[in-house]
């Protein structure tokens, strides 16, 4: 094991792992197989277990590495590519711990007809924050968010940390329609934003959401607000949230579950935009 720079993740590092397996573009790679080595640093908090001398703190490299030769040992893939992705994917689902991995699969024996030493494939994969709005105005209003939660919740993609309790509003936007209830949660996740959108999208399908009218009555809406310091904007998403800070039934829901998390762009706090909100929107 080796310790990160300060202010860093620590790091577990496996280098070298040899591994007999089958995967290769041509037949014969998956008939008859070739050595790939692995290696792989794992981002994590070694800290207490340091403290304690506990290794049920810490994440065993010795479980780490036969979990890694049997994955890829279990499994074939044409691509190297494909073998370090879904190698990378596994190993963050199973070892609670682990926050980010780099994953290099090392292919010695790669079909080149030219003197070569190997070839590899590298990737960085982890655990990403992000914050999401929901809300309801039609039917069973609090049964569609609940639903949304619990779906995200059997996403092993998705780690849902912490849900906001469901506050009623007014509609925003204009449009004559019932009131919302709204929340908001917190995940990490390994979507990257736009795999996370398609997912929303789909849960909010499920529960039958309709796109006939803009800001119009849904059964279910669910936006991406933050996603760790990500900024994206293009035409099907935007981040951070383009007008969060204006949206009161995004910022008090937000605010209980993450009051000092941070804006990217404005640098300012959920609880500061509350704040700011409140003084400038006149009370009913």
């Keep these: 094991m080796k310790r990160g720079k300060a202010g860093k993740m620590d790091q577990i590092i496996i280098e070298e792992l040899k591994i007999f397996a089958h995967h290769g573009v041509y037949r014969e790679e998956n008939e008859k197989g070739q050595d ?12 207490s277990a340091g403290i304690l001398d506990d290794l049920s703190l810490s994440t065993n490299y010795g479980e780490v590495c036969v979990f890694i030769d049997s994955f890829l040992r279990e499994h074939t893939y044409k691509l190297i590519e494909t073998a370090a992705e879904r190698t990378a994917e596994a ?3 199973r070892f609670p711990f682990v926050r980010c991995v780099t994953l290099e699969v090392r292919k010695p024996e790669a ?17 990403r924050r992000a914050y999401l709005s929901c809300g309801s105005n039609m039917g069973d209003r609090k049964a569609h968010l609940d639903g949304a939660v619990e779906a995200l919740r059997a996403d092993a ?18 449009v004559a329609q019932d009131d919302f209830l709204n929340g908001a949660l917190m995940l990490d996740t390994l979507y990257t934003p736009q795999e996370l959108l398609v997912k929303l999208h789909e849960i909010e ?4 959401r309709e796109r006939k009218l803009h800001w119009g009555p849904r059964t279910l809406d669910l936006d991406i607000l933050l996603y760790e310091d990500c900024v994206l904007c293009t035409e099907e998403l935007t981040i951070p949230h383009a007008d969060m800070h204006n949206r009161e039934f995004v910022l008090r ?29 006149p009370s009913p």
Aim: charged fraction near 20%; proline fraction near 7%; include cysteine.
């Design 205 to 208: 399908n499920t529960h039958k």
């Design 36 to 47: 790939f080595y692995v290696n792989a640093i794992l981002e994590t908090d070694t800290r």
């Design 91 to 93: 190993l963050l689902m």
């Design 253 to 281: 829901p937000l605010a209980q579950i993450a009051p000092y998390e941070r804006h990217t762009l404005t640098g300012k706090s959920v609880l500061q935009m509350c704040e700011e909100l409140a003084a400038v929107t």
């Design 111 to 127: 079909p080149i007809p030219l003197p070569f030493a190997s070839v590899s494939v590298k990737i960085v994969r982890g655990w």
């Design 157 to 174: 993609k998705c780690r849902v940390l912490r849900v906001s309790d469901w506050i009623e509003t007014a509609p925003y936007g204009g």
